[in-house]
């Protein structure tokens, strides 16, 4: 088989560029893919009762490029939902993000919101040098913030204390001073209108995009012709684990149908203390379905399964950083993606990465 370009990754990172060398370029192109199903983690379907699922566990859109927003309009309508989480503690139900009415309902006090920032700021230890997660909660919210809502639960995620965790891990969450509850405060939200494997059907349409499905790369690669590689699996595995395998931290995702239209007050409840678990979703209120039954699913992280996470700790990092130089070296091969980078991505920080990158590389 001969191929011009060659995209090896089926997932957000993949779909998109593999689209743009189709419809930009009007090449054709071979996506190879490990899995049975396009879309990677992002991957949704329909159960047997007909109520839509993410079968990796819950994913929000969310953004503040208005280009990435744009250019998946091309391929799906929104339902526009806003993104609410709340927190099991203490046997209450507390918004997260921290904000106003976290701070009152935990502290049992009733500031307002311009008296929040000056309660914080006196429990907070704002002198402390930041050397890792615990330091990040403990400068912003203080001590008791910190072991009611994040110190047992990033154990339970990462099987590490925030304390041996990169500052960047908790970093990203934020703590507001006032009102809005809102988990994501972006411009632009929502879910895609028929779910995110219709999306990336969409996106694969057009006739010039030929996938290879349930296929390991490195069992066909030797028989396919290509100017183009672009990688967007797991770098060690692209060299043979060489240094040795990066670490990744992986999530068992069960799911239970309830026989009710509702189980829970929010799409997302967090379990930062008390269980094995660290959250429960609610699907119909993320996809805001109507159905008598509703679907539920536990999160359990683990060591083994699909890799979800990069594990961000210093030797993690150097690790990858030796395989990315040996990358470097690679011709014609480009690296994209979480699992090609190392890297975390949300959704529209995968797509702006791809779409620059076929801008900047491919076109």
Request: one cysteine or more.
């Amino acid at each position: 088989m001969h191929f011009k370009y060659v995209v090896v990754g089926a997932g957000i990172s993949g779909l998109t560029i593999a689209e743009r060398i189709a419809n930009v370029l009007g090449e054709k192109v071979l996506v190879i893919e490990k899995r049975k199903h396009i879309g990677g983690n992002c991957y949704d379907y329909y159960d047997n009762d007909g109520i839509l699922i993410h079968k990796y566990g819950p994913h929000i859109f969310h953004t503040e490029y208005k280009n990435v927003f744009d250019y998946l309009c091309k391929f799906t309508d929104w339902n526009n939902y806003q993104h609410r989480v709340l927190s099991y503690v203490d046997g209450n139900l507390l918004p997260m993000p921290i904000c106003a009415r976290t701070i009152n309902m935990l502290y049992n006090l009733n500031l307002s919101t311009s008296e929040v920032k000056g309660f914080l700021e006196s429990v907070a230890d704002s002198e402390r040098e930041i050397k890792n997660s615990e330091d990040v909660v403990i400068s912003k919210a203080g001590e008791y913030i910190y072991e009611k809502f994040f110190r047992h639960y990033t154990k339970t995620q990462w099987d590490m204390y925030p304390s041996e965790l990169d500052p960047s891990v908790i970093s990203r969450i934020p703590v507001r001073y006032n009102t809005d509850e809102r988990y994501f405060t972006d411009k632009y939200q929502g879910m895609p209108a028929f779910g995110y494997s219709k999306m990336f059907d969409n996106m694969a349409g057009g006739g010039n995009i030929k996938f290879l499905m349930g296929t390991d790369y490195k069992e066909i690669i030797a028989d396919i012709e290509c100017e183009h590689l672009i990688y967007t699996g797991p770098i060690d595995y692209y060299f043979n684990n060489e240094f040795g395998a990066l670490k990744y931290r992986s999530i068992d995702v069960v799911f239970e149908t309830k026989d009710e239209s509702e189980y829970q007050s929010a799409a997302v409840i967090n379990y930062p203390n008390d269980y094995d678990f660290t959250r429960i979703t609610e699907y119909k209120k993320l996809t805001v379905q109507k159905h008598t039954k509703t679907v539920i699913s536990k999160e359990y992280p683990a060591w083994d399964g699909e890799p979800y996470y990069p594990v961000p700790i210093e030797a993690q990092k150097t690790l990858y950083d030796k395989y990315k130089k040996k990358a470097e070296s690679e011709k014609n091969t480009v690296f994209a993606g979480r699992l090609a980078e190392y890297k975390y991505y949300n959704m529209d920080a995968a797509v702006y990465a791809a779409l620059n990158l076929f801008e900047s590389r491919i076109k």
